[in-house]
């Protein structure tokens, strides 16, 4: 882009003033809320309406200018902040935002794209609905499509693209095209599906500025214990255990290491140690039942899980050597500690994997070896959700390390961690953190030729001046 | 295409002798199994191998021969079978059958796609597991993936969409590239998703060769009821209830039309008439709970399904007249005994709508006064899937009718129902048997125009020169 002294007023006239935000507001903007990426923007435009985004749109075509779609900024791969050319605007969606629009026995909701998880959940809790994509963040509802986040109740519920119903979105082309539908269908195969495919393509084929989103009924009692594994190697069948026999009441399967979960009860002294004097075993599993089901209708999660768990105790072959039973609320709290603790133990080397299920346990082992092998002082702190096969499989370089912290080192050990994941182990790197600057040479890496070819074709296609997000694909 | 003698040479030396079909079995290929459409193949191929599909790919695109990719061809919008013009190769998949490798503790399966659903759930079965895509054909599952396959338990367990965790699938590049990846990952946001763009493609932009299938535990337990509401107009609001108070039970909620049931019941005498003497009521509901729970977990579905319907028939506000239990196998004898059975009582203007599903009474409504006023000899003989919204509002044409059938007034029917449907009550016009010749005049349309460009640019990337399948896009 060329200077362009008269950006500033060029946007005002598109959205008015109160849609250009001051310079000196720019801070929120360029600097991600979790992620410690930054950049520089040429402008922030906040538009608040799908026309203003299209009018947006339009004058960043006709001008060739990039934009950067953000919702609340706490997505993890620096895919929501400008670069550092000071050249991309900031496309924040966060004013499209009014009362989500509710349709209590369909359990769908029409929301804005800059409306918060926790405003739409607010809203739908009277009904006895929520969306109940869980995670440690309040991001906007636009930002989890183009995230196309998981969270930590996938196994039961899903990820976004599953509960996503219908959505409008604002393509690059000349037009600023508006692409599909709200009207919220169950089943629908009158065409191609657009929105899955925009579902998690992380604002760089379209901007997406409402949805219609699949609510599901609030449970009505829940049963939460810690599971302690007699090993890492068990962890497949006993979630396979866990499924077969509370199949539609699982609704989480977290599994902590021990190093985790002594960073965070070191962290955060609040929290209730639930391990005694002990101290925490070497890998626990925060097992979660639910259901919709009143406590007068017979189902009472809490025996299932302890039958569940009593089983894999007894006998030669007893998949756990113990399990505490716990209250739900602080055994969350324990959980969502996880990642505060453990990036208060030193620098983090932030690792976002999945792998098949069955794949994790020789991963772990192979990967644990091979690093204290080659980087002793580095700490496995690992966490993840193991339902699903997600190992947020982090390492820590420790303040009291004996060498000081190397970006060199930990580029080799980014390359190792993820060729053993992906080669090794068939393993993803990105598990649901989605596709930013942090990580787009692994994309480059991994992904198959023939997939890229066809990935960079549908960039192509919604966006052919290469105008939105930070990948090019 | 211009003539071309030398065809089933040119194909023998790509797959081999056995790969391709003499001309005189040309007939099942040629003509649909549940749909009655038919045209006549250039050659029939079945090649046996990902690389013997490749190479009839890149001849096809070589020679500009169009491919119509065919499974079980029991579709019901005959976009499997070949056009009238003798120029089209059917491209059978029906030898990429081997066995289902299944992994039981990552719940997956690998298949190939000419692989039949009922051979998966066999295979699936002895581990506790099925893939719980319910419909009344015994498809292969790759066509399954072209059509995004529903059925009745869709509510519980989504369409394949929701289910399809990888694929291979060869596009119609000079090279027939090979896209996708057989993994099996859960949660995985490192790229685009193709393999959801592709699931209901209808074949027109990739040829699925195998897939990775989420499997589920199979019920130790189910119950099953017939509901009678007190109208059509409360079924929304019964659904809601069944949701709320037994939500993760839920597996079914399959709506019946008095015509529909009479129908069935007539034509299929073995079956046992559940309604006693008075004949069917004006409108039922198949309900059916299912828990992976066995009997000693405490948890008990008929006693949950009873509680549910015994509530919803108290009070001054009753939702239901009346609730049998029975038999599951008999109650779904009587619902997939349905289309047979008004297949007998003339000749069927066959609809596949959708709604969202609190819109589905008024539709029901209004339009069946509007065809008793224009053609009161229809008989409306609706069928459906009320937990998402599915509704087979099928009209028959009947036997003694006063007109003889005439399918210019057909078309006025189609025309209108479809107008209803989709502009007067945010509907769709295929639920779930996707697009094919039988319904694409529709597609153009009802489809939005940014949605079609868009979709005719995703067709000119996966298959440049139009060579696959019968939609156009």
Redesign the interface.
């Known amino acids: 882009m060329t200077a362009r002294p008269s950006l500033e007023k060029d946007l005002a006239a598109l959205v008015g003033e109160a849609g250009v935000v001051a310079r000196d507001d720019f801070a929120r903007f360029e600097q991600g809320i979790r992620y410690g990426g930054a950049g520089r923007a040429a402008a922030v435009v906040r538009p608040a309406s799908v026309e203003q985004v299209r009018a947006v749109v339009r004058y960043a075509y006709a001008a060739g200018v990039r934009l950067v779609p953000q919702g609340a900024n706490t997505g993890l791969v620096a895919a929501s902040t400008p670069d550092e050319s000071g050249e991309q605007i900031v496309l924040s969606l966060e004013r499209l935002a009014g009362s989500p629009v509710l ?6 909701a029409v929301v804005g794209a800059g409306t918060r998880l926790s405003a739409l959940n607010a809203a739908a809790e009277p009904h ?1 609905l929520s969306f109940p994509i869980d995670l440690g963040a309040d991001p906007t509802i636009g930002g989890m499509i183009a ?2 986040t ?1 969270g930590a109740r ?2 039961r519920y ?2 976004v ?2 509960n996503l119903l219908g959505l409008e979105a604002v ?1 690059a082309d000349e037009e600023a ?5 709200l ?12 929105k ?2 925009l ?3 992380g604002g760089a ?1 379209a901007i997406v500025t409402r949805a219609c989103l699949n609510l ?2 609030l449970p009505r009692q829940t049963a939460t214990a810690l599971a302690i594994p007699v090993s890492h190697a068990v962890l ?2 006993l ?2 255990r866990l ?7 699982l609704t989480a399967a977290e599994g902590m290491s021990k190093n985790a979960l002594t960073a965070a009860l070191r962290h955060a002294p609040q929290l209730r140690n639930p391990f005694g004097g002990g101290g925490p075993p070497d890998y626990a599993l925060l097992v979660e039942l639910c ?4 406590p007068d ?4 999660v809490e ?2 899980l302890m ?1 569940v768990l009593g089983e894999c105790m007894e006998g030669p072959d007893a998949l756990l050597s113990d399990a505490l039973v716990g209250r739900g609320g602080e055994l969350w709290a324990i959980r969502h500690a996880l990642p505060a603790g453990v990036a208060a133990e030193g620098q983090v080397i932030a690792f976002d994997l ?5 794949a994790l346990p020789a991963f772990r082992a192979e990967m644990t070896a091979e690093l204290a092998r080659a980087w002793p002082f580095l700490k496995l702190c690992d966490f993840g ?1 193991l ?4 190992d947020h499989f982090n390492l820590v370089w420790p303040k009291d390390a004996p060498h000081p912290y190397d970006p060199a080192v930990v580029l080799q050990v980014r390359d190792l961690v993820y060729d053993r994941a992906v080669h090794g182990h ?10 930013g600057p942090y ?1 787009i040479d ?2 480059r890496r ?3 030729p ?6 960079a ?2 960039k192509r ?2 966006d052919p001046k290469g105008l939105l997000g930070r990948v090019a ?1």
Chains 1, 2 share one sequence.
């Open positions: 349709d209590p026995a369909a359990r769908t006895g995230t196309n998981g996938l196994i899903g990820d693209r599953h393509i095209s508006v692409v599909g539908d009207r919220g269908l169950r089943k629908n195969n009158s065409g191609l599906d657009l899955s495919l579902a998690g393509s084929l599901h009924p497949p069948e979630v396979r499924e077969e026999q509370a199949g539609e009441f259901s919709t089901a009143g209708s017979g189902v009472d025996q299932i039958g999945a792998f098949p299920r069955t959700h339902g699903d096969g997600g068939g393993g993803s790197f990105s598990a649901e953190h989605g596709l990580n692994y994309y991994y992904a198959a023939a997939d890229q070819a066809a990935a074709g549908l296609l919604f694909f």
